[in-house]
């Protein structure tokens, strides 16, 4: 059973950067896909940012180049540099991974985006 466990969320005033990582656990297996997804109240999950056990990422156009989505394979670890962060930004962001047709979920982190 895969466990992701996320760490480095927090408060940032706008403007602002943080960095979020996420550690798998549970496998022996390269994970094929790892990254993130954020939530607020108001709207559905939706992508941030993923990254495949390759190298190739996908990227929502809201966050495309301010928010940089690394991994280590050997730590099966997923990292996203966000920067300019703004207010809307705002939200629980939850680490995702995928393996062997499975999708797993972390806890999730929360982000908040204020002055």
């Known amino acids: 059973q895969v466990q992701l466990v996320e760490s480095g969320g927090g408060l940032v005033q706008p403007g602002g950067s943080l960095r979020l990582s996420c550690a798998a656990s549970?496998?022996?297996?390269?994970?094929?896909?790892m990254g993130w997804y954020r939530q607020t109240p108001a709207k559905q999950r939706e992508l941030a940012a993923t990254i495949t056990s390759g190298g190739l990422r996908n990227v929502a156009d809201s966050v495309n180049g301010r928010f940089t989505i690394s991994r280590d394979n050997a730590k099966n670890t997923v990292y996203v540099e966000m920067k300019s962060l703004k207010p809307e930004d705002t939200a629980v962001y939850y680490c995702y991974a995928h393996l062997l047709g499975r999708d797993y979920w972390g806890q999730g982190t929360q982000v908040t985006v204020s002055s």
């Open positions: 549970g496998t022996n297996f390269r994970l094929d896909v």
